[in-house]
């Protein structure tokens, strides 16, 4: 940072022509003003400062104006965007009345951008962010202060009348010119060594953390690649050889006129930013053509080192924004206006990695090896450099094939062509193996083709197509799955397998119990109960229910032989059909009774039609208190009639044991009993019936 003047001795070339150094000062050069409302601003700009320069508040644009109007040092004006409602307008104001005064401005981080788009233009020299970043603003305050100094010690010099310029070949020697190019006048004083310090100090640090300035930035060709020269192009390349990336030209040429008359055009150019551009009307052009006019003019070569300065903080900027064409040019013109700094090989290379860096991570191999092939022939990346970089184009094509392979594995697996012809996905992964058998892309891509084999031996377990699960299970074999994985999949084969029985099972038992609500009990003979129950019954005797199943149907089918004998008709069918699907033996014995007995009005066997009677409700008979009390047991045989309703009457004790004990206990449980009443040809019929009640003490 600027805090005194330097005593570094100049080069050779300039020792004689340098004035007497002054002492160095014990007072900070510069003095910073700062327009803020915040302790916790000037608190951070203090601490960045460190003591360099002393710092004064004030609360407005217009305080700090008049502070600056009579100042004696130079002057920095830093303007807190949170305390000014117009930037615009206070930095015009500040470069109107302080002409002399570098302004920084420090807003918000969220909105540094656009109030950097709003300034544009004018002459702040950068825009910072708040909270202060040490390291990017004490950069930047160095060249701040640097510029400064500069703009302090320049002085007004009368106007020359005006001279015809021509532009001339670049005298690389910087050769004298003699006294009648120089019109007569004296030279120029070298700039003090507080400059040179300072202006060393920018060149190192401060240009990089610019965020723009007065001058227009290069604008390259789109399709302008990072490499850079510093002198004009050599001779055409044949066609044959043409590189696939154009390197940037720095403009070279020269303007003829008096010294001290482009030394004042180089300060102007300076002053107003105009360090590379316009092209013909710029810092660099003319402070190059004072040096070609008077190679041993300080101000010419302090000059080129300042703008310099600026160019290698662009091409720090440039590069890490990756705005690689802008950085190339950055270089470009940096080697024209220091052609022995060291730098510039460093800047190249850096430029060239990250072009090279960028070419393979778009997967543009031939770009990069442009690049590494210029990077080579310039000299400016070590043989190591080179030898790292054609190891990463030699990868990265190698990454590139097994990339494109492998997607048509993937898009062949997805067509579903897998093993057929040269375009299927076994061929494609064949050459992916052959290509890079261990990279663990071609690793995956074999395991997806082994999935897709077993799934297809799957769907042919399934289907029962024993060749063709067969097949592709030979296929998966041949990718190299081993034993244990092919155990694992049989498991797995078999629990699907499983899976599908129960599957199909339920399918079948809930087609068989809709077709039984729909009354399609054997009809059609495909599409019926009995038809899928049999189905059912053949693929999965265990099915759990397979036999609530059954007895339904069979019930089923007794309703309807029971309709089909009131109604006269056969029921033989039906009754076979309930037979074998486990109707109880009784029930068919009492329809088969009642379908073979009398059609004339003969009287039934109603005595024979007891056993067949179906007890509806049997609550048991309560057992006596005084039974119990007495532990005392027996038993009560009883007569009574079921009537067409199917009640109870006529209950009659025909023998009790003991007597008289249990009688009424079962008599009233008798009298609460229902039947389904009996049909005979379609007539409910009474029927007698005799029944024995135990009454056993509990245990």
């Not at 009579?70 to 930095?91: E, H, M, P, S, T």
């Amino acid at each position: 940072m600027a805090s005194a003047p330097s005593s570094a001795s100049r080069g050779p070339e300039t020792a004689s022509s340098a004035p007497e150094r002054t002492p160095a000062s014990s007072q900070p050069a510069v003095d910073v003003t700062a327009v803020t409302t915040r302790d916790d601003f000037l608190l951070e700009l203090g601490q960045t400062l460190d003591g360099q320069a002393s710092v004064r508040p004030v609360e407005t644009v217009e305080a700090a104006l008049e502070l600056l109007a009579g100042a004696k040092r130079a002057q920095v004006l830093a303007i807190d965007a949170r305390a000014c409602a117009d930037v615009r307008a206070a930095v015009d104001a500040a470069a109107t009345r302080a002409p002399k005064t570098v302004v920084l401005v420090f807003a918000e981080s969220a909105a540094e951008k656009q109030l950097a788009d709003a300034l544009k233009g004018s002459k702040v020299f950068a825009v910072l962010p708040t909270p202060v970043d040490v390291r990017k603003t004490q950069a930047v305050l160095e060249g701040a202060m640097a510029e400064a100094i500069a703009n302090k010690a320049e002085q007004p010099q009368a106007i020359a009348p005006p001279v015809v310029l021509n532009i001339g070949a670049f005298r690389g020697d910087f050769a004298h010119t003699n006294a009648d190019d120089a019109g007569g006048l004296p030279p120029r004083r070298s700039m003090t060594p507080l400059i040179a310090a300072a202006v060393a100090v920018l060149a190192a640090a401060a240009g990089g953390a610019w965020y723009f300035t007065h001058s227009s930035a290069t604008n390259p060709a789109p399709a302008t690649p990072a490499s850079t020269v510093a002198a004009a192009p050599a001779a055409a390349t044949p066609a044959t050889e043409t590189p696939a990336v154009a390197p940037a030209v720095a403009d070279t040429a020269i303007v003829q006129g008096r010294v001290d008359e482009l030394l004042e055009k180089a300060r102007l150019a300076m002053h107003e930013r105009r360090y590379t551009e316009p092209s013909g009307d710029n810092a660099l052009l003319y402070y190059r053509s004072a040096a070609a006019a008077d190679a041993s003019n300080g101000e010419a070569k302090d000059g080129l080192q300042r703008v310099a300065g600026v160019l290698a903080g662009r091409f720090e900027e440039a590069l890490s924004a990756s705005r690689y064409e802008e950085a190339g040019q950055m270089v470009a013109n940096f080697k024209s206006a220091t052609p022995a700094d060291p730098r510039s090989a460093s800047f190249e290379q850096r430029l060239y990695a990250a072009e090279v860096s960028r070419a393979l991570a778009d997967g543009n191999i031939d770009r990069a090896v442009a690049y590494v092939r210029q990077a080579q022939q310039s000299g400016s990346a070590s043989p190591e450099q080179i030898a790292k970089w054609r190891a990463d184009i030699v990868h990265r094509t190698e990454d590139t094939k097994v990339t494109r392979l492998a997607s048509l594995v993937s898009e062949r697996i997805r067509d579903g062509r897998l093993v057929d012809g040269d375009d299927s996905a076994k061929a494609y992964l064949l050459q992916l193996q052959a290509a890079a058998a261990a990279n663990p892309t071609t690793q995956h891509a074999a395991h997806d083709l082994t999935s897709a084999y077993l799934r297809k031996a799957r769907e042919a377990a399934l289907a029962k197509n024993t060749a063709e699960q067969d097949h592709w299970m030979s296929e998966a074999r041949a990718l190299g799955m081993k034993p244990a994985e092919i155990a694992a999949f049989q498991r797995d084969l078999a629990n699907s397998r499983q899976k599908a029985v129960q599957a199909e099972s339920e399918r079948v038992l809930q087609l068989s119990r809709e077709r039984m609500r729909d009354g399609r009990l054997t009809e059609p003979a495909q599409d019926s109960a009995a038809f899928y129950l049999a189905q059912l019954e053949a693929s999965d005797p265990t099915n759990a229910g397979l036999a609530e199943a059954s007895h339904g149907l069979a019930a089923k089918l007794e309703e309807r032989a029971r309709g089909a004998i009131a109604a006269g008709k056969p029921a033989d069918a039906d009754l076979a059909l309930a037979k074998r699907w486990g109707a109880d033996p009784k029930d068919l014995a009492a329809l088969q009774l009642l379908q073979s007995a009398p059609k004339s009005g003969g009287a039934a066997d109603t005595a024979a039609l007891a056993v067949n009677l179906k007890r509806t409700r049997s609550p048991p008979p309560d057992y006596p208190e005084s039974a119990l009390s007495q532990r005392i047991s027996g038993s009560v045989l009883l007569q009574f009639t079921v009537d067409v309703t199917g009640e109870t009457r006529d209950v009659r004790v025909l023998e009790a044991n003991p007597p008289g004990v249990f009688d009424r206990a079962a008599t009233n449980a008798i009298r609460r009993w229902r039947y389904a009443p009996m049909l005979v040809n379609g007539t409910a019929v009474q029927v007698p019936v005799k029944t024995l009640l135990r009454f056993e003490l509990p245990k």
